[in-house]
């Protein structure tokens, strides 16, 4: 290039921009002056990208965090646990051979004041000397966690959480009684190392004492519900792999242990599944933002490309191909897509410090990201939820001729969209689905949802097209306001089908939430106390058992009492194969996990009907039967006549199925999954589960706060489990749950409203030609307020309806096969999207028709 | 006709839909010499931006052939149309047609641009430079006023040096002084190109500087002689 004066025009031809491929030079040019028009664009590409990052981040990092952390979590690198035995010899001196050893037990009691006054339900742990192993147990009120448990004369220290003295009304310093023992409150616990490790929900507050002191409580009794757990810290360098070869090691060499062996990798596997499946739903409700995101992304790039068809049209006559026009446009707008995924990226990197301003107390989180690999997957969303919405009219831009230019030809309107580019649309649609899927923890769950989301999706776009077909088959006669909202909402660029379909797809969500929550809650708090007992007593030692049922019966005499004998057992093998062999259905693995209650008795239990063979007869003593779960046994493959053989106290015994039992778990009565003949547990020792049924006038009349006084007072060794707190503990934590989707949900909605808000002030222009028109032949402002009122309402009011049923449908659907239980109808969910929807299309609408009202005519018609 | 510029034989155009449907090209033929200037001149609704819009590729006829430097362009998709134009063709038309979002210079570069001329923006200024519009170069269209924007769009069409030149009603949304300007400067540079000219116009003063004029009224011609400009072929 020869030298010549530097002016601005040559700056253009020697930019770096000027060195680019020629579509993405024009796109630059395109982008250069300025984004207006794009707003709702960006903001629902970044909203559904950043909820997502933001979900997958969080989830990562506690995931992270729990593996990061899974030897402080587990108490060392590898740990066995054993239900109500301490482990033999031999099996100790094994696991002493590979490091230091911690042993710890956990259980269930009640605490109470020496003076009766008050009593609490705590989740006990006795530990020794050694514990924690790793980590640091944190206390305040005491010099050292150790010497805070040590005995002084009669009683022991104790060290509980705040929540234990608040409850009990103590304070450092003072008595406590657990069982048969005294113990002193010597330090609140502030930091338990090992606290996730159980990872079930804690029914009271945490107490730690001395295994002395366990021992001096009398809780320890056979049958009793106590969990010995040893943990290991290895010799020497304790790499993954070794570790994970003398977890192996440990099983093939006591195959009979009977104990379940965890690694430091898989500290709390109940919490690390419990976070995937959750995160599983809020990514996808936050792709339900990103979807309907993207019908904003349809019309911005829509309404784009007709601001742009004489450009368009130019470029042509000046020789650009279809392909430099698409490419042109595809990179303009794959450009803004990136932004507007970055935005949403540092939002979502952002996500787990903030989040951990919160949940640092709750749980392990120790890197707040970035997490590349959940930054990368919320960009691929973004990216082909962008390329999803925008490939169409992309595609009928590339299609818009050249001859557009002439006048009275702009109206022209381009071809459909060429079949490549079509089946490229359907490759992105389906990519989009398949990532959503094969990303999930559940794939097949997350197909259903994934299913019914396009399904929803489709049905909304059908009632959009359905409104405008009726709107435009209604005769046109009566008053003046009706017609003209009836023609708003059919005619060309109407803005129905982004309402319907934005808002619609968000209330659809938030309606199954709801209407899923509403059940879920029910079930826990309003039906159930009907059929549920007041109390559980658990750990009745045998020959207690008679006088507790006559303190029950002196404090509440109407109460129904319920008795069942109670051992711990594990199922060994089922049909001679070994539970390590059978890989279960999934709803049906807990019943081989690990230890179970079991039960005998001489006739059926009152609330389980028999579905398939016979209960043995009275006095029966041949070979050991067994009454199994008529579901369970169907899902683990049993039928009458099978074999299963039990674990328990150390001895195996072996039963035949006699017959199935149809269990209603949701009763809350005493049930068990197995229920054997009497003659299979002759002479084991035993504890005795009990329920206590009070009638409603006891349980308004104070009977409950009684009986807890005088049960723990007189039986200190027996747990009481109030059903009403238990079930306020697992409310809470639904409700939490319901609060976290809701808030996902809500990011839809906030979407929806973009949407619908960007199609609004898209048709705006259009809105006020029509105002100022009718207003020159004497529309006043009040009769188009209520034509667009009519409008709104109307498109509203079909969006609620719909929202309403599919939403009720998909809840129904949950709460019937998911989750198993009846489902109810809330009337008031429906009432409150249809308010809700009605509220935010007319709101919306007339914010954005307001100025609309108050423009002077005249010089709107002088620039037309 | 080998030394035809463009030759149009036997078009028939319908426009329009079903009822609505109207048939505007009723079996022309016209044949243009090479540096010929013709001027199409006819009532509204006539047909004749309509023939210039066959001439140029930019509407296909439902009958009849349509050569074009050599090139038939019924043979031509969409896209080897839009080469064609690039390679063959300079266009302007009554409402100038510049890009919004793209400079004077960039304007007058896009059609270099899209044949990968590496030149492209010394020829781009060289062309403003020539229709005087040197300062205006970053400027963008609607900095401009409307006879600038139509010098922008003639060195824009006459950048690639085509070898036809289609104008439609250039002057039509100008000022008489200024359209007087842009008509000086479009024989000009036609001479200058020794491109062949099609102007449509209404102003039959115009046309007349033609070397020939064609008439047309309701889709066919109805007079053709020749412009005092210079003389026919």
């Given at each position: ?494 803005v129905t089908p982004s309402a319907v379909l934005s808002l619609g797809l968000g209330l659809t969500l938030l309606v199954a939430v709801a209407q899923t ?348 | ?208 500087r033609c070397d020939r004029v064609i008439a047309m009224r309701d889709g066919e011609i109805v007079g053709g002689e020749a412009g005092i400009g210079r003389?026919?072929?």
């Amino acid at each position: 290039m020869t030298a010549v004066t530097e002016t601005a025009g040559e700056a253009a031809a020697t930019s770096p921009v000027s060195r680019l491929p020629l579509p993405l030079r024009f796109a630059a040019r395109e982008l250069r002056g300025g984004l207006r028009g794009f707003a709702v664009f960006i903001v629902c590409i970044a909203l559904g990208v950043g909820a997502i990052a933001a979900v997958g981040s969080i989830s990562r990092a506690l995931v992270d965090g729990i593996s990061e952390q899974g030897q402080t979590i587990l108490g060392g690198d590898v740990s066995v646990s054993l239900v109500h035995r301490e482990l033999p010899e031999g099996e100790l001196a094994g696991l002493e051979s590979l490091g230091e050893v911690s042993k710890i037990a956990t259980l269930r009691a009640m605490a109470r004041r020496p003076d009766g006054e008050t009593q609490t339900l705590v989740e006990l742990k006795a530990v020794d000397d050694a514990y924690p192993l790793v980590g640091e147990l944190e206390v305040s009120g005491a010099d050292t966690a150790s010497g805070a448990l040590a005995a002084t004369d009669d009683t022991h220290g104790l060290l509980a959480e705040a929540g234990f003295a608040a409850r009990l009304g103590i304070e450092v310093g003072d008595a406590v009684e657990i069982g048969n023992g005294r113990f002193t409150l010597s330090g609140i616990i502030e930091q338990e190392p090992d606290r996730l490790s159980d990872g079930g929900i804690g029914w009271g507050p945490r107490a730690i004492v001395s295994h002395e002191g366990l021992e001096a409580s009398g809780l320890v009794q056979p049958g009793s519900l106590l969990r010995y757990t040893y943990r290991v810290l290895l010799d020497g360098v304790a790499s993954d792999a070794r570790v994970a070869q003398v977890a192996e090691g440990l099983e093939s060499e006591f195959p009979d242990a009977g104990w379940r062996v965890r690694t430091r990798d898989n500290a709390s596997p109940r919490l690390k599944e419990s976070i995937d499946r959750f995160s599983m739903y809020l990514v996808l409700v936050g792709l339900t933002a990103l979807i309907v995101g993207g019908v904003g992304v349809a019309n911005a790039v829509t309404a784009y490309v007709e601001r742009r068809r004489e450009g368009i049209a130019t470029l042509k006559s000046l020789g650009a191909s279809r392909r430099v026009v698409f490419l042109t446009y595809l990179s303009a707008i794959l450009i803004l897509a990136a932004g507007a995924i970055l935005i949403g990226l540092a939002f979502g990197a952002a996500a787990p410090p903030i989040a951990g301003l919160f949940l640092r107390d709750a749980l392990p989180v120790t890197n707040y990201g970035p997490f590349p690999g959940e930054l990368a997957k919320a960009a691929l969303y973004g990216l082909l939820t962008a390329l999803a919405f925008a490939l169409w009219p992309l595609g009928i831009a590339r299609e818009i001729p050249a001859r557009a230019l002439f006048q009275g030809r702009a109206q022209d309107q381009g071809a459909w969209p060429a079949r490549w580019l079509t089946v490229l649309l359907a490759a992105v649609v389906l990519a989009l689905c398949g990532l959503a899927i094969l990303f999930a923890a559940d794939r097949f769950l997350a197909a259903i949802i994934v299913g019914s989301a396009a399904a929803i999706f489709v049905a909304l776009r059908l009632v959009a097209w359905g409104i405008m077909a009726g709107a435009r088959a209604l005769p046109r006669s009566g008053p003046l306001a009706w017609r003209m909202a009836l023609t708003a909402i059919h005619r060309p660029g109407a803005v129905t089908p982004s309402a319907v379909l934005s808002l619609g797809l968000g209330l659809t969500l938030l309606v199954a939430v709801a209407q899923t929550d509403g059940n879920l809650t029910r079930q826990l708090t309003v039906s159930l106390p009907d059929r549920a007992p007041s109390f559980f007593f658990l750990d009745i030692p045998r020959n207690a058992a008679e006088d507790l049922r006559q303190t029950i019966e002196e404090v509440a005499p109407d109460a129904t009492v319920e008795e069942v004998p109670m051992l711990r057992g594990r199922i060994v093998s089922l049909e001679g194969v070994p539970v390590s062999e059978i890989e279960p259905h999934p709803d049906a693995a807990w019943v081989l996990r690990g230890d179970r209650g079991l039960t005998y008795a001489e006739t059926p239990p009152g609330n389980g009907e028999i579905v398939a063979g016979s209960w043995w007869p009275e006095n029966y003593q041949g070979e050991p039967l067994v009454s199994f779960a008529a579901e369970l046994a169907e899902q683990l493959g049993l039928e009458v006549g099978d074999r299963v053989e039990v674990n328990v106290l150390g001895r195996t015994i072996e039963a035949r199925i006699a017959n199935l039992r149809k269990v209603e778990w949701e009763s809350l009565s005493i049930n068990f999954v197995m229920v054997f003949s009497p003659n299979t547990f002759a002479g084991a020792p035993h504890m005795v589960l009990a329920t206590a049924s009070l009638s409603d006038a006891e349980e308004r009349g104070g009977a409950e706060a009684r009986l807890m006084r005088e049960v723990t007072r007189d039986f200190p060794t027996v747990t009481m489990v109030r059903v009403r707190e238990a079930l306020n503990s697992i409310n809470d934590i639904v409700r939490q749950l319901a609060w976290a989707i809701r808030g996902a949900s809500g990011f839809t909605l906030l979407a929806g409203i973009v949407v619908l808000g960007g199609a609004l002030a898209a048709s705006h222009r259009h809105r006020i030609h029509d105002a100022v028109i009718l207003k020159t032949l004497g529309a006043t402002r009040g009769r188009l307020l209520w034509t667009y009122v009519l409008e709104f309402g109307l498109l509203g009011l079909v969006t609620a309806a719909f929202a309403t049923i599919a939403g009720t449908i998909a809840a129904w659907a949950v709460v019937t096969f998911v989750m198993q239980l009846d489902f109810v109808v809330f009337p008031w969910v429906a009432l409150a999207a249809a308010t809700g929807a009605l509220a935010v299309t007319i709101g919306l609408g007339l914010v954005g028709t307001w100025r609309v009202l108050g423009q002077r005519p005249g010089p709107w018609l002088r620039n037309e | 006709m080998s030394h035809s510029a463009i030759s149009v034989e036997n078009v028939h155009l319908s426009l329009g839909d079903a009822a609505a449907r109207v048939h505007v090209l009723r079996g022309l033929d016209v044949h243009i010499g090479r540096g010929e200037a013709v001027g199409i001149v006819g009532p509204s609704g006539s047909g004749k931006s309509t023939l210039l819009m066959t001439m140029a590729g930019l509407e296909r006829p439902d009958e009849g052939q349509v050569r074009v430097a050599g090139e038939d362009l019924g043979r031509l998709d969409e896209d080897g149309l839009a080469r064609f134009r690039g390679e063959n063709v300079g266009l302007v038309f009554q409402s100038f047609h510049l890009i919004p979002n793209m400079t004077a210079i960039e304007n007058v570069a896009v059609p270099l641009e899209l044949t990968g001329q590496p030149d492209a923006f010394e020829r781009a200024r060289a062309a403003l430079e020539r229709v005087g519009l040197s300062h205006r170069l970053d400027h963008y269209p609607t900095a401009l006023s409307g006879g600038e924007q139509q010098r922008v769009a003639l060195a824009r069409a006459l950048v690639t040096e085509p070898k036809i030149l289609f104008a439609d009603e250039p002057t039509g949304n100008l000022d008489g002084e200024t359209g007087k300007q842009i008509i000086e400067l479009v024989f000009a540079l036609q001479r200058e190109h020794q491109a062949t000219l099609v102007l449509v116009t209404h102003d039959e003063g115009l046309a007349a500087r033609c070397d020939r004029v064609i008439a047309m009224r309701d889709g066919e011609i109805v007079g053709g002689e020749a412009g005092i400009g210079r003389a026919a072929e």
